[in-house]
């Protein structure tokens, strides 16, 4: 079934962190030890990238840099609450949510929506763009 591939990937996962905790295997090199890592747990079908983004970050890249990932998405975030932003807390919501449940970077959809979203972002926050604006007026 899809749940019991998802969990049997989030487990080979986290064997290949406890493995490889500080740099992890390496992004490519990642499908190579979960497929070592299933044939050894499982014996038998077909191997799956970890079905959460964290996870897979933090298999293929470690906790060093999954670290620098997580904060390189929680500012952002801290940001749009402070400055009570509504619509980029729930853009960013979304995201991270999507992050739990798949691979989101992993894919191109994934990289266009979040691409997308954070230049969106990152132009209507930016100060410069607010002083064209005034400019105009």
């Excluded at 509504?86 to 853009?91: K, T």
């Amino acid at each position: 079934t899809t749940l019991n591939s998802r969990v049997k990937s989030y487990n080979s996962a986290l064997e290949v962190i406890r493995n490889h905790p500080v740099f992890g295997v390496g992004a490519g090199d990642l499908k190579e030890e979960m497929a070592k890592i299933w044939v050894m747990n499982y014996g038998y079908g077909k191997s799956y990238l970890p079905h959460n983004q964290f996870l897979t970050w933090l298999s293929s890249l470690g906790f060093v840099f999954t670290s620098v990932l997580t904060l390189a998405y929680i500012s952002p975030l801290w940001s749009s609450l402070v400055r009570s932003s509504a619509v980029s807390w729930a853009i960013l919501g979304v995201i991270g949510f999507s992050f739990l449940v798949e691979n989101t970077i992993e894919n191109s959809y994934g990289v266009a929506i979040h691409s997308f979203f954070a230049l969106w972002l990152i132009y209507v926050f930016s100060p410069s763009s607010h002083k064209e604006s005034d400019q105009l007026k």
